[in-house]
């Protein structure tokens, strides 16, 4: 598996593998943590509207995902590679809204 993910993510080592997942992980906690501080903050409970708690995660906490990731992978100094899984990441995003021509 570690194998795949040198490959995957073009690292030298199994070490950056593990580096990598670990801010994956720290990412993904700081988040949860930052989340149920954002929701507490404006007033959101379980009891709130979904649609408003489904707006809050794509407008609020989704964009935090991403400057989190960074800074993780700055304090791992791992940001060059975070930084562009980041570009490729908006680039695939954004050709979803990309208006495709049709070729006869």
Known sequence: MIEKL???WNVKNGW???IILAV?????FSVL???RWIFESIGLTK???AWIRWTVNILIVLPLY???LLLWGWIWRKFDF???FEKRMF?????LFRRKSSRI
């Open 6 to 8: 040198k490959q995957r």
């Open 16 to 18: 950056d593998v593990l």
């Open 24 to 28: 994956f992980a720290c990412t993904g």
């Open 33 to 35: 943590y930052a989340k």
């Open 47 to 49: 009891q709130s509207p």
């Open 66 to 68: 991403q400057v989190i």
């Open 82 to 84: 975070f930084w562009a």
């Open 91 to 95: 680039s695939r995003i954004g050709s």
